[in-house]
């Protein structure tokens, strides 16, 4: 049996390289992104649908380490709700959409985002529309038009 050398050097290991070479490597992992957006979009949402529980657990995770941040983008999206309702709107008109949406066990969804990057739409019944969960998170933000 060979006798191991108590002396050899380890390998060397993928931690401490990373560690030493950390700011180079995060820019490098930038500038590929940048580069690559629809692909890393892709490969994002492709190991999401895979791993559906590590999503679950990293958001209760997030939820925990920074239960500050999560209430203030909640506070943040009830003020844009607010913002983008107008005051002649029936809110007695959107109620029963939310409770629709609740027994059926589906989301109320705005048919042109109150936050889009070209259009912004208003908090009003016939901006809004019933979508199953998985539907409301790959239209996402988007304005699908006509």
Not at 113 to 123: A, W
């Amino acid at each position: 049996m060979q006798q191991i050398n108590q002396q050899q050097k380890p390998k060397r290991n993928q931690s401490d390289y990373y560690l030493k070479n950390k700011e180079r490597i995060r820019a490098q992992q930038k500038q590929y992104r940048l580069q690559n957006k629809e692909k890393c979009a892709l490969l994002t949402k492709l190991w999401a649908k895979a791993n559906p529980e590590s999503i679950k657990k990293n958001r209760k995770n997030r939820l925990v380490k920074n239960p500050h941040q999560v209430r203030a983008e909640k506070a943040a999206y009830k003020r844009r709700l607010k913002n983008q309702m107008p005051v002649w709107v029936n809110k007695q008109e959107i109620l029963p959409i939310y409770l629709k949406a609740q027994e059926q066990g589906l989301t109320v969804d705005h048919i042109i985002p109150l936050k889009g990057k070209t259009v912004s739409g208003l908090h009003v019944p016939w901006n809004l529309c019933l979508l199953s969960k998985a539907e409301n998170s790959s239209k996402n933000n988007k304005f699908l038009g006509d």
